[in-house]
């Protein structure tokens, strides 16, 4: 309060009333006069491996550039050499982020202290990844095959050009075009725009990024500096990577009975979870993840019914894998589960495997799949899958699409499907969409999204209305589903007369295709989720990125989602009620080690407010994924994902004006001129205040 | 704005008041302790003031901006006054201490005159004034943006630091008027002593028209050197003899 006066006084007593008069308790108004703070920004940040640090980093006291705007490439020549006043805050469009400008600018990096990128435009094509992602953690090794190692023969990403595996010395953040974008361009505008023939007149318009990142070098000298601390709460400097895969049986196991199960066996349905981008916070995964998961959670919902009236003799296993962008963290730690018996089945009990790649984006009619030569040099195991292509080749009658095999030379596209190989030569199809190289222009990028699938709506629908909407992707990713789901059925040894009459839902897809892709919090996905998690449903899609493991049970909201999504489509109601739902097993017929109880908020009926919330008896379960390397304590494996993010302090960015040297060294002139003319006028003063002050001690009686 | 803004700005405020304590002060403890004592009254003097502004903003609309605008304005002058009134009542304070420490001095009357006291009385109140206005905005200085965002002038650390000079060698002039003035019973003294603080206050409130603001409270801190060195005993003759002594010493040295 007193503070508050003063700084007001202070405020008074140096500055006239102006219209924006801030009342908020601040003590720094100063501060609010001099700094914007921006809030709605994206770091790009650092990543650790066995080998590389991988990301961007700033000075721990933040990077400080004259703000420049960049309108082509040309125009680098002006931060990179003519500009007068290096350091330089470059913002670029969206549409200038591409490698060779990036490259050029993190070469001088004297002179460049950080890039902010603009969303605006996609660009026609643009993949930060890889041109062969994981390429070491896959099955084709040089030992594997020489040939097929390192995408000799196919290269999966050809428009990949690497920059999100870039290391970059300077902050590099992502803004979208919004209000603050527009007090950015306006500042520029006002203070940093040449005028020709005058050159640029200070203040100019600078902008500070700090965004430090904690660790160095590679994980095992991050892992090694955390552990040094020998307190009872050991401080991290780096989060190992990782989540939760989400799993579940038709036929469900004894949860805690580990190992080999006799006479079981499995086919497994595997999809993808997530996905990443530049900035990894901005991951969408249209293509590359949620076409993929969509598709498998609608044929698991077009099995329900079948799979209930006629269980099959094979068991089937819908495994939805988390962090297979980095290095297959979730499949790896399955596979790993499964050998050293911490996983309810193990290898001996896979029969088969088919996984749904990236299926939304046909060059064509027909979707493509994928196999292995080199285990299929193996006889049974060539027999099995010429088994698997018949059945889901067969599986496509009465629709309109038709799935063709891929040369017999081609690997395998990047899956999960790889990491089984690498542990045992099992049967198994990749499908997608792609014959060759991948059809998808955005791979691993933040235009992956709803456009890049031709996900359009009338402009005239309310967001419930666009829920239910059946768009073209939708209908054709249901054809797929049903495909895949016929496919499971015969490959599990389902009866064959029932086939015909299982078929996905186009309802379903397309809801889930918004839930996922435009705003998770919609009607349908709130009627599915638990209501201590309806907070992780926002107005805009969920994130794909896989994150850090958290040491709490809890998963990042895509898991989420896809669990109750899951449960929801297989399981069945109960009436328990909610105290019952968390204590099942008092009741005779409920079991929680072959099932698990969820309790879900239910509609809203048309003439009441309250939900009819339920209890969800579910074979769906969530399995921990973080890489077996953290376990092992082996951080330069080369076998498993040894990924980790840096940990950092604070992140932020802001804009301000900056003076000239000039008036910075003119003020710090007067001031010594000032103290040393008040030293010297005091001294002498003092030498002679006799002289000058007759009287310097009162006589005796004026100080009564 | 950098270091160098921070630097120079610290030393155009406080360079004077600094020292003003080295040469005249910190070698002299009582007068250590009555500059702090005077600070102190000057802190407790603000303190009162903006509990009572506190209270009104509390007590009124957040939103209404021009009210809350005049509120500061009525705050401040009631602060101008109080501080006034506690620089009398250290007056009496120090009136009554120094017949006790004549009593219990080893030398012969009184350890300081009235006119030491009131001159480190008014330091004391000028420097904690100036730290006030001013430590605020010399941490901002530090980092490496500058006023001028939002249309305010890009001089407002400078003008800031050689508001808070003024203000605190003010401080000090009316300590010593103000004293000399109780001291011969000439009440007019207080009576334009605050008027010229007030005075001086309104003049800060036509900032950023920095030129006429600044320029009229330097001629008013020159104006009231003027009147202390007259009140504190100094004169024309002193000055001339002053002159005339440097030159007889400059002759017969060389």
């Given at each position: 309060m007193f503070a508050e006066f003063a700084g007001k006084i202070l405020e008074y007593f140096v500055e006239r009333y102006r219209v924006h008069f801030v009342l908020d308790v601040s003590c720094n108004s100063v501060a609010q006069k001099i700094y914007v703070e921006l809030n709605n920004t994206v770091p790009c940040v650092r990543l650790l491996n066995a080998t590389h640090q991988i990301g961007c980093q700033s000075s721990i006291s933040g990077d400080t550039g004259v703000i420049h705007v960049l309108e082509s490439e040309a125009d680098l020549e002006w931060p990179l050499s003519k500009g007068p006043n290096p350091p330089y805050m470059v913002l670029l469009e969206s549409s200038l982020f591409t490698k060779s400008i990036m490259m050029k600018m993190k070469n001088a990096s004297s002179r460049v202290a950080g890039v902010v990128v603009v969303q605006k435009t996609s660009p026609p094509e643009f993949s930060p990844h890889t041109t062969c992602p994981n390429e070491n953690t896959g099955v084709y090794t040089e030992t594997y095959d020489h040939n097929l190692a390192h995408c000799n023969t196919t290269v999966w990403n050809p428009r990949g050009n690497g920059l999100s595996y870039e290391e970059f010395d300077s902050p590099v953040f992502s803004l979208k075009e919004d209000n603050e974008t527009e007090v950015i361009k306006q500042c520029y505008f006002d203070h940093n725009r040449v005028v020709n023939g005058s050159g640029l007149q200070y203040p100019l318009c600078a902008m500070q990024l700090f965004s430090h990142m904690h660790a160095v070098t590679d994980t095992a000298t991050c892992m090694r500096r955390?552990?040094?601390?020998?307190?009872?709460?050991?401080?991290m400097v780096c989060d190992p990577l990782g989540g939760y895969n989400v799993c579940a049986f038709i036929r469900p196991y004894n949860s805690t009975a580990f190992g080999h199960k006799e006479n079981e066996s499995v086919v497994i349905a595997a999809a993808r979870l997530d996905s990443r981008a530049f900035f990894l916070e901005d991951s969408t995964g249209a293509e590359g993840s949620v076409s993929g998961f969509v598709t498998l959670l609608a044929a698991a919902q077009a099995l329900r019914e079948a799979t209930q009236e006629a269980p099959p003799t094979r068991n089937i296993l819908f495994a939805f894998f988390h962090g297979e962008v980095f290095d297959y963290i979730g499949s790896s730690r399955m596979v790993y589960d499964m050998k050293n018996n911490m996983f309810v089945i193990d290898l001996d009990n896979v029969h088969s495997i088919l996984e749904i790649g990236q299926v939304a984006v046909r060059s064509g009619t027909n979707?493509?799949?994928?196999?292995?030569?080199?285990?299929?040099?193996?006889?049974?195991?060539?027999?099995?899958?010429?088994?698997?292509?018949?059945?889901?080749?067969?599986?496509?009658?009465?629709?309109?699409?038709?799935?063709?095999?891929?040369?017999?030379?081609?690997?395998?596209?990047?899956?999960?499907?790889?990491?089984?190989?690498?542990?045992?030569?099992?049967?198994?199809?990749?499908?997608?969409?792609?014959?060759?190289?991948?059809?998808?222009?955005?791979?691993?990028?933040?235009?992956?999204?709803?456009?890049?699938?031709?996900?359009?709506?009338?402009?005239?629908?309310?967001?419930?209305?666009?829920?239910?909407?059946?768009?073209?992707?939708?209908?054709?990713?249901?054809?797929?589903?049903?495909?895949?789901?016929?496919?499971?059925?015969?490959?599990?040894?389902?009866?064959?007369?029932?086939?015909?009459?299982?078929?996905?839902?186009?309802?379903?897809?397309?809801?889930?295709?918004?839930?996922?892709?435009?705003?998770?919090?919609?009607?349908?996905?709130?009627?599915?989720?638990?209501?201590?998690?309806?907070?992780?449903?926002?107005?805009?899609?969920?994130?794909?990125?896989?994150?850090?493991?958290?040491?709490?049970?809890?998963?990042?909201?895509?898991?989420?989602?896809?669990?109750?999504?899951?449960?929801?489509?297989?399981?069945?109601?109960?009436?328990?009620?909610?105290?019952?739902?968390?204590?099942?097993?008092?009741?005779?017929?409920?079991?929680?080690?072959?099932?698990?109880?969820?309790?879900?908020?239910?509609?809203?009926?048309?003439?009441?407010?309250?939900?009819?919330?339920?209890?969800?008896?579910?074979?769906v379960r969530l399995v921990k994924a973080v890489s077996p390397a953290f376990d092992l304590g082996d951080y330069i494996s080369k076998e498993y994902s040894t990924w980790t993010k840096s940990q950092w302090k604070f992140i932020k960015a802001r804009i301000f004006l900056v003076a000239s040297r000039d008036l910075e060294m003119l003020t710090l002139g007067v001031g010594v001129a000032v103290l040393f003319t008040s030293l010297l006028v005091t001294y002498f003063v003092r030498t002679k205040a006799d002289v000058l002050f007759s009287s310097v001690r009162e006589p005796n009686n004026a100080a009564y | 704005m950098t270091a160098a803004v921070f630097f120079g700005c610290a030393f155009i405020a406080f360079g004077p008041a600094f020292s003003l304590f080295i040469f005249t002060i910190a070698k002299d403890p009582l007068r250590v302790i009555i500059l702090i004592a005077g600070a102190f009254f000057w802190l407790v003097s603000l303190l009162l003031s903006s509990l009572v502004w506190f209270i009104a903003t509390k007590a009124t609309n957040a939103q209404d901006l021009t009210l809350q605008k005049n509120l500061l304005i009525f705050g401040s002058i009631f602060s101008v006054i109080l501080q006034e009134v506690f620089?009398?009542?250290?007056?009496?304070?120090?009136?009554?201490?120094?017949?006790?420490?004549?009593?219990?001095?080893?030398?012969?009357?009184?350890?300081?005159?009235?006119?030491?006291?009131?001159?480190?009385?008014?330091?004391?109140?000028?420097?904690?004034?100036?730290?006030?206005?001013?430590?605020?905005?010399?941490?901002?200085?530090?980092?490496?943006?500058?006023?001028?965002?939002?249309?305010?002038?890009?001089?407002?650390?400078?003008?800031?630091?050689?508001?808070?000079?003024?203000?605190?060698?003010?401080?000090?002039?009316?300590?010593?008027?103000?004293?000399?003035?109780?001291?011969?019973?000439?009440?007019?003294?207080?009576?334009v002593v605050l008027c010229v603080h007030l005075m001086v206050f309104s003049l800060s409130l036509l900032n950023p028209f920095y030129v006429a603001s600044i320029l009229p409270v330097y001629a008013i801190m020159l104006l009231m050197a003027v009147w202390a060195f007259f009140s504190s005993g100094g004169s024309l003759h002193n000055i001339t003899l002053l002159w005339t002594c440097r030159k007889s010493n400059a002759e017969t040295s060389s």
């Open positions: 955390s552990s040094m601390d020998f307190s009872t709460s050991p401080v979707l493509f799949l994928h196999s292995d030569p080199v285990s299929r040099r193996n006889n049974t195991v060539h027999d099995e899958v010429t088994n698997l292509v018949k059945n889901l080749q067969s599986s496509t009658a009465g629709l309109n699409f038709s799935l063709v095999e891929t040369d017999f030379s081609q690997p395998l596209p990047p899956s999960s499907f790889q990491r089984l190989l690498r542990a045992r030569a099992i049967p198994g199809i990749v499908l997608a969409d792609h014959q060759t190289d991948i059809n998808n222009r955005y791979y691993e990028s933040f235009y992956d999204n709803a456009a890049h699938l031709n996900l359009t709506y009338p402009s005239n629908l309310s967001p419930e209305e666009q829920l239910e909407f059946v768009t073209d992707t939708a209908k054709s990713l249901t054809e797929v589903a049903t495909a895949v789901a016929r496919a499971l059925f015969k490959q599990a040894g389902g009866n064959n007369s029932q086939v015909n009459k299982i078929n996905a839902d186009p309802k379903t897809v397309t809801q889930m295709l918004y839930g996922f892709l435009v705003r998770s919090n919609n009607s349908w996905f709130q009627a599915v989720m638990a209501p201590e998690l309806k907070d992780i449903l926002q107005p805009n899609p969920p994130q794909y990125y896989v994150g850090v493991a958290k040491s709490s049970h809890q998963a990042n909201a895509l898991t989420y989602l896809v669990q109750y999504l899951l449960a929801n489509l297989t399981g069945t109601a109960t009436n328990l009620t909610q105290s019952q739902c968390k204590k099942p097993d008092e009741l005779p017929n409920e079991s929680t080690y072959l099932y698990s109880y969820l309790w879900v908020q239910g509609v809203v009926p048309p003439n009441s407010t309250q939900r009819e919330s339920f209890c969800v008896r579910t074979a | 620089r009398f009542a250290y007056y009496r304070l120090l009136r009554k201490a120094n017949e006790g420490l004549a009593a219990i001095s080893e030398e012969d009357g009184p350890p300081l005159s009235v006119r030491e006291m009131a001159y480190v009385a008014g330091l004391g109140f000028g420097i904690m004034s100036g730290a006030f206005s001013m430590i605020n905005t010399l941490s901002d200085s530090l980092g490496p943006g500058t006023v001028g965002m939002f249309g305010d002038s890009q001089y407002y650390f400078i003008t800031s630091a050689l508001m808070t000079l003024a203000l605190t060698m003010l401080h000090t002039f009316w300590g010593v008027v103000f004293f000399e003035g109780c001291e011969r019973k000439r009440w007019w003294v207080i009576a």
